[in-house]
């Protein structure tokens, strides 16, 4: 059956070629009706994904159409889509030799060819058809890319309508750095397109780039409302509010979130960002809404806001959570967190155990059940677990993570440096990286540069916040630690490490009476063992209060 519909898309394509005559001047004839039926069939049985019988109504049009280019055009497309390329290419070649003046053959020529030949289609597809951007964009994917931005320069020359030309010309000046020119062109995109999403938000980042927060924020909040609120948009606009050092706007934002339109995964993420404010009685009521249409999800919740308080408690609960629910594997880890904030890393292994078991590539659950073997004396158990996951960007983030927990800051910064080199925007490595060499005091340039990119692809996060405030410390800048520090603590109060890096830093600035209020608040927090040690340790460098 191949072959014969093979020999009869070729014998079609013959008819199509036969006596070759000079390109008419005139429009060309409208299609019989049964040509224009079996052509309907086509586009119908491509619109239902049936490509096979796409591409053989197609052929049956073509045969009974033989003067109607995009017919060929619309069959090799069929074909590409049935996984027949050759037969797709070999319709083409034809095509352009039966019309070599039409620019939609070149086109879809090019969207079939290898880069050299789509570069030559493309450039002659343009050269037919100046005023179609469609070939300056296809053109544009396959160019290097400073030819690429000529050609995209070309477009909105030539174009100045074209919200695609602008837009990815755009992308080109974000890529290099150049703010103020990437801003013209999404200003021109969204002169065009207003609710162009893609383009508001590159604006925003652009403009918090440039020093400009409050026009920053102001284009994102278009963007969340004009994408019907959506949630990553929420999340997006309360960490630029967090930035802005605005808390009262990022509590409004949350207060608008948390509504009965919102979903059980929106009410959790929105309870998690109230969690981290300290605003914890507020969460609580969301959690009770939750538990109205899902239960487990609720339990969750709750015994995660609980863990600061009694993580032994809290523990429990979670280990309660049954192995047949979807929610199993996030349950047992946050119960193993919680066993292990208590100080019991052998109750932490055996509550991750069965989960592990089920999920075998969940790297949050392999790292909590690595450190628990190093915290329960066996180092190297914890190594060779983490050194068993694999390779690729979170295996190496959770060997690197590892290695910090054992103290080897060599050793994850060994790890973390080519992650960083081959993930340049991976924020975790980053942060982390950044924030050992600060902690060591060493190399503080390279945690400059490394924390500073961490702050501009995560701006408000208060975890890399307060490592640029340590680094800050380090450096001895110690005001604006203070001012970097106290920001982080004011969007994270529950977070004792913040706390006790804010209290180093008002010690250091001669105020040794905050430092020890702010060392109070943290021990109140359950610390984990580590951060009590880094409690008492700076407790004992203060002078007796008089």
């Not at 289609?121 to 296809?138: F, K, S, T």
């Not at 690729?392 to 440096?417: C, K, M, Q, Y």
């Not at 109070?520 to 009590?532: E, G, K, N």
């Amino acid at each position: 059956m191949a072959r014969y519909a093979r020999v009869r898309l070729l014998l079609a394509l013959a008819l199509i070629t036969g006596c070759r005559q000079p390109a008419p001047a005139m429009p060309l004839p409208p299609m019989s009706h049964s040509a224009y039926a079996y052509y309907l069939d086509g586009k119908l049985a491509g619109h239902r994904d049936d490509w096979e019988a796409a591409a053989a109504s197609l052929t049956e049009a073509a045969k009974l159409a033989p003067d109607q280019p995009m017919i060929v055009v619309e069959l090799a497309r069929a074909l590409t889509k049935a996984k027949r390329e050759p037969a797709a290419r070999e319709a083409l070649a034809i095509a352009r030799k039966r019309w070599p003046d039409h620019p939609e053959v070149w086109l879809a020529s090019a969207e079939l060819s290898s880069a050299g030949e789509g570069i030559r289609a493309y450039r002659r597809a343009i050269e037919l058809a100046p005023d179609d951007e469609r070939g300056y964009l296809g053109l544009a994917k396959l160019e290097s890319s400073a030819a690429s931005e000529a050609t995209l320069r070309d477009l909105v020359e030539r174009i100045p309508g074209s919200v695609d030309g602008h837009f990815r010309l755009a992308k080109h000046f974000l890529d290099r750095g150049d703010q103020a020119s990437a801003m013209r062109e999404l200003h021109a995109v969204l002169e065009r397109d207003p609710d162009h999403i893609d383009a508001r938000l590159d604006l925003a980042r652009a403009l918090r780039r440039s020093g400009k927060i409050a026009q920053a924020i102001e284009q994102t909040r278009s963007a969340f409302d004009r994408s019907g609120q959506a949630l990553d948009l929420a999340e997006e606009l309360y960490w630029l509010l967090c930035e802005a050092d605005d808390r009262m706007a990022a509590i409004d934002l949350l207060t608008l979130l948390d509504d009965d339109r919102s979903d059980v995964e929106a009410l959790v993420a929105v309870a998690r960002l109230q969690r981290g404010l300290g605003l914890l009685a507020e969460a609580r009521a969301i959690s009770a809404r939750i538990a109205i249409v899902d239960p487990e999800a609720a339990a969750i919740l709750d015994a995660e806001l609980a863990i600061p308080a009694d993580p032994a408690a809290a523990a429990q609960r979670l280990i309660a959570i049954s192995p047949g629910s979807a929610r199993f594997a996030e349950a047992r880890r946050l119960a193993g967190e919680a066993l292990f904030a208590a100080g019991d890393p052998r109750g932490a292994a055996a509550a991750v155990a069965p989960a592990r078991e089920r999920h075998p590539n969940n790297l949050d659950l392999a790292v909590l059940a690595a450190r628990a073997r190093a915290s329960s004396g066996d180092p190297a158990g914890a190594r060779a677990l983490v050194a068993s996951l694999g390779s690729g960007l979170g295996p190496s983030l959770a060997r690197a993570r590892v290695a910090d927990h054992l103290g080897d800051v060599d050793g994850a910064l060994a790890i973390l440096e080519p992650v960083i080199r081959a993930h340049p925007d991976s924020i975790t490595a980053l942060n982390l990286a950044g924030y050992l060499l600060a902690d060591a005091n060493r190399r503080l340039p390279d945690a400059e540069r490394w924390l500073r990119k961490a702050r501009d692809l995560s701006p408000g996060d208060p975890a890399v916040l307060d490592s640029w405030g340590w680094l800050l410390l380090r450096k001895g800048e110690t005001r604006a630690a203070i001012r970097a520090l106290d920001r982080a603590a004011r969007f994270s109060p529950n977070e004792p490490e913040i706390l006790v890096h804010l209290a180093a830093a008002w010690a250091a600035d001669g105020a040794p009476r905050t430092a020890r209020t702010l060392l109070d608040r943290a021990a109140l927090l359950h610390p984990s063992a580590a951060v009590q040690r880094r409690i008492d340790a700076l407790r004992s460098t203060l002078p007796a209060p008089r």
